[in-house]
């Protein structure tokens, strides 16, 4: 089941989800151009922390033991956007972003559990942005900002602006109970993951 925006802030309140900081404001208002909450989702912002990932003489090889986040902050450029220096994100350019908010669907309350999804935004799609691909899953029990996988596949640059709106966060509630099994990018705080 996909919680409406109206459960969703329902859920906040409950500590059932965190969001932090808070999506703003909760209801369109009059004078105020743009509200996150959609019907069945909230929107998420850019960080100002991007990391580019370099070629270089090797392979990705996730069967070897190692921790991958390390490997691609060894081999990854960090930039840091701003009002003045945005990024620019040429064609078939990928890089990892994560989102301003901490994500958190706690497991200590008991059910209901929540899990959600992150999805692109279409306004972003329809210019050839994809903001993450194969890996929307945000598991009950996550704890942490959420990685961006985002690639260029329009035909010309695209700007990434820090704070701006850049995915949507669909909630959706687990049925049945669950044994904890934290992912190994728990607790992330940077694009590659981090802590």
């Known amino acids: 089941m996909i919680l409406s925006n109206l459960e969703i802030q329902t859920a906040l309140d409950e500590g059932r989800l965190i969001i932090v900081p808070q999506p703003m404001p909760r209801k369109p ?6 509200c996150p909450y959609d019907t069945t989702a909230v929107d998420l912002k ?3 922390e991007i990391r580019v990932p370099e070629g270089g003489p090797f392979d990705y090889d996730l069967m070897e033991p190692g921790i991958l986040s390390g490997f691609i902050a060894k081999h ?5 956007l701003t009002d003045n220096q945005p990024y620019h994100l ?9 989102t301003l908010e901490r994500i958190e669907l706690p497991t200590k309350q008991g059910q209901p559990y929540l899990a959600a999804r992150i999805e692109g935004k279409s306004s972003r799609s329809r210019c050839g942005v994809l903001v993450h691909f194969t890996a929307p899953t945000v598991h009950a029990g996550w704890s942490g900002p959420l990685t961006l996988e985002m ?5 010309t640059t695209f700007i990434l ?4 709106p850049i995915a949507q966060l669909i909630i959706e509630q687990v049925y049945g109970e669950l044994v904890s099994n934290p992912s190994q990018f728990q607790n992330q705080s940077t694009p590659e993951g981090l802590p």
């Open 29 to 34: 208002e009059p004078g105020v151009k743009y």
């Open 46 to 48: 850019l960080h100002n």
């Open 76 to 80: 990854s450029k960090k930039y840091t």
């Open 90 to 98: 040429k064609r078939n350019d990928f890089i990892l972003a994560r």
């Open 151 to 155: 690639v260029n596949l329009g035909p």
């Open 161 to 164: 602006r820090p704070g701006m």
